[in-house]
Every structure is written in C-alpha cells, then in structure tokens.
C-alpha cells in the first residue's frame, strides 16, 4: 500500500506516490493530498491516558468497522509534539492531526514564544511525515484563551487582528524553519459567540497563502441547553461552506451528536447526503467522547455509523 502525497514543487503540481523510506527527502513541499473524490474519516478517540490512546483507536475501528484515515490528538502550548503517538498513526497509515492550544496572543506577538515555535517546526521536520496543525481552533468562541473576545485591547476590538497576526508569525516561523510537511488548518467554530460584526468568522481569516484546509467545529446539541435545539449535519456545516469551499477544501474537524432533542441514528444517517450536497467537504473527524458525544451509544447510533462508515462517501485507508 502506498499513501497519496502533493507535492508541490517550484511552478509546478505534482502528485507522487509517498512510502515511509521516501518521507522528508524532497526539498519540495509534501502535503496530505486532498481527494479527489469522497472525503477523509477521522476522529479524536477520549483515551483514559497518553498510554492508552493507540488502544483506544484500536477499539474504536474495530467497532465501527473500519480503519480511521486521520487521527486528531489535543497539545497544550507547552507540549512537545510530534510525539510516540504520531509515530503509530504513520506507521498504521493514518495521518496525524495536531490539534494545538495557544498562549494569550500577546504573548506570540512579543516574539517571547519564538524558540518554543521554532522547537515544535524543527521536530515537525524531523518527524518527515505528512500531517495536520490546527492551531488555534475556534478562537471566534468566547471559551478559548486565544479568542477574539478575551485578546482585545481595552476599548477595542482587535482580537481577531492579533489572532490573524500571530498565526502568520507561527507560520512563517515553520516555514522558516523547513517544517514544510505541514497541511495547516485553520477552524473556527460553526458560529461566532458572540455573533457580532467584530467577531464574525472572515475576521480571523489568516489569508489564502496561509491556510491550506478550512475546518470548522459543528455539533448538535439538541434540546440539552436553553439555547440549543436539533440541528441536521448539513445545517451545521452550511454558512463555513458558503464562505470558504470555493477558496479552501473543507474538514469538518469536530463533530459529534447529543442523544436529546432528536433520532441520533438519523442525524448520522443525514452525513452522506450532505456530503453528496457539499462535495468540497473532503475531510469528516468525529469527537467521541462517551457519553454525551459518542456514535457508539445507544445501539442504532452504531449501525446507523457502521453503515455510514462503510459508504462511498469516505476514502479506504492506504
């Protein structure tokens, strides 16, 4: 089996086809390929501890049927990445997504972070292989430390000027540095809380030459909160899609179900057709965390999932 590489060399597209004894010795840029037909599977898998999250992915495949074509793994800023776990994923030819929390953004701006930034791109390079960064995500939510709402100026609305700002620095620090296996993903939330005209998505939008995939967080929380109520897959994905599938191929990077408000089985059911409706969506990563957000609870949430999984509408792995 031989994964799919881009590799995009000076003036020029090319695809080659990649194998671990081939990893990281082109000076051209080797990036996950994005598909030319149906979409990536992934999933972030809760583990009880770093020990035993290969365990858990096992467990989880074999539940749903089918092997995972990407991974997402949480890092705190601090966080030394890529680490053992990243290893197994290449190995068992899934791709690696790092999904990596943020200081206040001030402190990016200061420069104060640049040996840390330049730390993770130079194990990045050294690691060879094709993966994902998600820095940064959902910074129009008012929950992330880097968001918009808790990193503007007294009086001021900058938030999102600073998040654009120091993902560039963070970006240009990585290529600086040779860390060019790196897809970077650049994922807000489905919505902008609070939905203000400051705080809308496009104003955190780095640029073209700097996101190569636009992800996005989509759940439904059925009638859990006050202020929720059920919403289909493609009703949840439909305003990022507007604005960026002409630009950007769309990952939805987090994206999982209540039990309350609604049929679960049907909500997952609902996935395919959406993806036959948003054919640039190209990427579909699941947050299972048991109980509340989980596609193996109750029992025609599985099957529902199991038949979903084994569709046309996702890619085999390899």
């Not at 080797?30 to 809760?46: C, D, E, F, I, M």
């Not at 008012?142 to 938030?159: K, L, M």
């Not at 992800?215 to 507007?242: D, I, M, P, Q």
Request: net charge positive; hydrophobic share 40%.
């Amino acid at each position: 089996m031989k994964r799919h590489l881009q590799v995009l060399a000076i003036g020029i597209v090319v695809l080659a086809n990649w194998s671990p004894t081939t990893a990281g010795r082109a000076a051209a840029r080797t990036v996950v390929v994005v598909p030319r037909s149906g979409a990536y599977l992934g999933a972030y898998v809760q583990a009880p501890n770093w020990a035993g999250a290969s365990r858990s992915i096992a467990e989880f495949e074999s539940s749903i049927g089918r092997r995972l074509a990407i991974d997402n793994r949480f890092y705190g800023w601090n966080e030394s990445f890529p680490t053992r776990l990243q290893s197994v994923d290449e190995a068992q030819w899934r791709i690696p997504m790092i999904t990596w929390k943020a200081p206040p953004l001030g402190e990016i701006l200061s420069g104060s972070q640049d040996a840390l930034i330049a730390a993770r791109a130079d194990a990045v390079r050294r690691f060879g292989a094709p993966l994902f960064i998600r820095w940064g995500w959902e910074m129009n939510g008012y929950w992330t430390e880097w968001s918009g709402v808790r990193n503007n100026s007294p009086g001021a609305h900058d938030g999102p000027s600073k998040y654009v700002r120091a993902w560039r620095r963070i970006h240009d620090i990585f290529q600086r540095e040779g860390a060019t296996t790196v897809s970077w993903v650049w994922a807000p939330n489905g919505e902008s809380v609070p939905n203000t005209s400051w705080n809308r998505i496009a104003a955190f939008y780095p640029g073209d030459e700097y996101v190569d995939w636009v992800g996005l967080s989509a759940y439904n929380w059925g009638t859990t909160r006050s202020w929720s109520h059920w919403e289909a897959f493609g009703k949840l994905v439909r305003a990022v899609y507007s604005q960026y599938a002409g630009r950007k191929p769309i990952m939805v990077a987090e994206t999982a179900s209540v039990n309350t408000g609604g049929n679960k089985a049907r909500w997952i059911a609902g996935i395919a057709p959406a993806l036959r409706r948003y054919p640039a969506i190209k990427a579909v990563l699941l947050f299972e965390r048991p109980p509340d957000w989980s596609v193996r609870s109750p029992d025609p949430a599985l099957s529902a999932f199991r038949r979903l999984a084994a569709s046309p509408s996702f890619r085999p792995v390899g």
